[in-house]
């Protein structure tokens, strides 16, 4: 018989009366033997159990007087302390030093020889862990929690700065609040095994336990898992002691030669150059500190990046997946997709032919929406008469609204809707039969919030590798987006500062993450996106140069603008608006193409230096200034929009009028 590795012994262990434990980990004829019995007594009858969330998981089984319970067996790897055996019931317990090589082997040898569903890396110093709240975290679709943020992880490692400084998951939520967070603490995290064993554990090459975690959480959220911040799963005796810690953590830094490792194998050779460059020119590290880092971190090979986690979700998922076959909408109230009440919003502008192309591919949906709601802000002169006669068929509500502005359009749309999902477009859209539905099955796969496509655009080329799987999203793209019309009570409307501006989508996305909503993207939803000559942003002058025009056309240069500044402003520190002002001057001497196109481009890039500087200064003053005024959105629950607005009106008729001075009181 071949060896398989250790044998892992029954162990029954004594319970109160009305509760026993069963734990098997070795051998499959005792788990049919215990199934034998426990069908053979009448109070607790086999029809009883559950499905297993986790196919491969080793059962722990509760016998409760009436029925018995499989719950997920999970291993446990303690720091800075010895546990008795008896004293953790859930699987193996392994006890090893709080160092990035310790862990990262014991995580190797349980990943090999343990059938356990999760792993849970603790400090006994936080206390002890609840098993119960582990096991009910380890049924959930996320692939990783931990309390990260909490035991002082924010903001770190600040090498990072120098490379994403305005990266959406860069900016931390409360450390008091349940929310998407990539910087992964291994002192007290709870792993599920198969993504462990697809994506990877810590590197051991790292000096510290915190830069390893760290690195590992941005490998992790990256290749597709789904990683949250949980505060409470560190208990609340504890929370003096982590306090204390927090403050430590905030005092210090990671060694440097931790924190240029990170950037290295995340980001490649270039990237940790230009990091270095800038860390050295700032006086974030000296110059010895600097070359000797270096040395070290460039004479060990970077690891091999893994495959993404998980392939992209459509309309038929998978055998075996979670909607494979009951595709039923989870999560508290919600619905299955066939009875998901669904509200599209599209505001538009001059793009009469573009919009009529929408307007009968969302007649072919094959989950019909509940409403669209359109607010046209064609001027008067320019309007088609009739244009919404062919399409009576549909729920279709239109607001007219003479003062054109993508914000005071969106929110008064929005204010309107009166589904409990609202699906985000252009009017310049083309979308597949099926967009909805794929939609509504993402959110259901996940239990997400919001669920966020891509946008194919015509002449733009393949888009980048990053979004070609399914991940936690940093982009919430307001032409192809479905959210919980109640994560809007939360995090507001849109950002009135950037109503003739672009990154409306991005400032909404960005304080959905800070308030605990979760984004998912999926690229099997996909739009054709098709840049209409005129309306929309172009109408104000914004969005004239695109990131894809620049790098293809030697006299073309896409600078950060006034609302990439202010959103700088709004959510970033000092240091990460400077980075972002000095990434978009790099940007002006890059080109995808030919060696002499890429000299010619360097050379232009080279002559327009100054005014790119002195452009860019300019525009981060405008925001500067623009962020004394702002932000400035509305509730969604504020009746200052909703009062123009007769919900109840004929969605038939294609004149519904609304005044176009749409105004609320708004927050400041």
């Known amino acids: 018989m071949p060896n398989n590795g250790p044998a892992i012994p ?145 903001g770190l490692p600040g090498i990072l700065d120098f490379i994403s400084p305005n990266w959406m998951l860069s900016c931390d939520p409360p450390s008091e609040l349940e929310a998407t967070s990539w910087r992964l603490s291994l002192r007290a995290c709870l792993l599920k095994k198969e993504t462990l064993r697809q994506l990877g554990g810590p590197c051991p090459e790292f000096q510290t336990l915190a830069a390893a975690g760290l690195e590992m959480g941005h490998r992790w959220i990256r290749r597709g898992a789904f990683m949250r911040h949980l505060p409470t799963l560190v208990e609340c005796q504890n929370c003096a002691f982590l306090d204390r810690e927090r403050s430590a953590a905030c005092r210090s830094r990671l060694p440097f030669e931790d924190e240029l490792r990170f950037a290295y194998y995340r980001h490649g050779l270039k990237w940790a150059g230009w990091a270095l460059l800038r860390a050295w020119f700032t006086g974030y590290v000296s110059s010895p500190k600097a070359l000797l880092a270096w040395r070290k971190v460039t004479s060990t090979s970077r690891p091999v990046e893994p495959a993404p986690l998980r392939p992209m979700l459509t309309a038929q998922p998978p055998a075996g997946s979670a909607t494979a076959n009951s595709p039923v909408v989870r999560g508290p109230g919600a619905r299955g997709p066939a009875k998901a009440r669904v509200s599209v919003l599209i505001p538009t502008v001059d793009r009469q032919a573009y919009l009529q192309t929408l307007l009968a591919q969302l007649r072919r949906q094959t989950i019909p929406p509940t409403e669209i709601v359109v607010v046209d802000q064609t001027a008067a002169g320019r309007s088609q008469p009739g244009l919404y006669e062919p399409f009576r068929d549909l729920p279709l509500k239109v607001i007219h609204q003479t003062e054109p502005g993508q914000c005071t359009s969106r929110n008064a749309g929005i204010q309107s809707c009166t589904g409990e999902f609202i699906l985000l477009l252009d009017d310049d859209d083309e979308i597949p039969a099926d967009l909805i539905e794929i939609h509504l099955k993402t959110l259901a796969e996940f239990n997400a919030d919001v669920s966020c496509g891509v946008a194919e655009e015509v002449g733009a080329g393949p888009l980048p590798p990053d979004f070609r799987h399914v991940r936690v999203s940093d982009v919430l793209p307001a032409n192809n987006t479905l959210l919980r019309r109640a994560v809007l009570r939360r995090s507001g409307l849109f950002d009135l500062a950037y109503n003739r501006r672009s990154r409306a989508d991005g400032d909404l996305g960005m304080r959905l993450c800070l308030t605990g909503a979760t984004l998912v993207l999926n690229p099997a939803i996909s739009v054709l996106h098709h840049h209409a000559p005129a309306g929309g942003l172009r109408l104000h002058k914004a969005r004239t140069t695109t990131y894809s025009m620049s ?64 452009e860019l200064r300019s525009r981060m003053a405008r925001a500067a200034a623009l962020a004394a005024h702002f932000p400035q959105f509305p509730e969604l629950s504020d009746p200052g929009l909703r009062e123009h607005f007769n919900d109840d009106a004929d969605l038939n008729k294609p004149g519904l009028q609304a005044p176009s001075d749409a105004s609320a009181d708004h927050r400041q």
């Open 10 to 154: 029954v162990a029954i262990r004594r319970c109160p009366p009305d509760l026993a434990f069963i734990t098997n980990e070795s051998s499959q004829s005792l788990r049919e033997l215990f199934g034998v019995l426990l069908s053979a007594l009448s109070p607790w009858r086999r029809s009883d159990l559950p499905p297993s969330p986790i196919s491969s998981e080793v059962p722990v089984l509760c016998a409760f007087r009436s029925k018995a319970v499989i719950m997920p067996a999970i291993d446990l790897i303690s720091l800075a302390g010895k546990i008795p055996i008896t004293a953790w019931k859930l699987g193996p317990a392994l006890a090893v030093p709080p160092e990035a090589r310790s862990v990262a082997g014991a995580l190797e040898h349980l990943s090999r020889h343990s059938n356990s569903a999760g792993i849970l890396i603790w400090d006994a110093s936080l206390g002890w862990p609840n098993p119960a709240i582990m096991q009910r975290l380890l049924a959930s679709p996320t692939d990783c929690w931990h309390s990260g943020l909490r035991l002082g992880l924010g």
């Open 551 to 614: 790098r293809r056309r030697v006299c073309c240069r896409a600078l950060a603008g006034v609302s990439e500044f202010y959103l700088a402003e709004r959510y970033f520190t000092r240091c990460q608006a400077r980075e972002l002002f000095w990434q978009s001057v790099l940007g002006s001497f890059s080109l995808h193409g030919n060696r002499a196109k890429c000299a010619a481009k360097f050379l232009v890039g080279a002559l327009l230096l100054p005014t790119t500087i002195w």
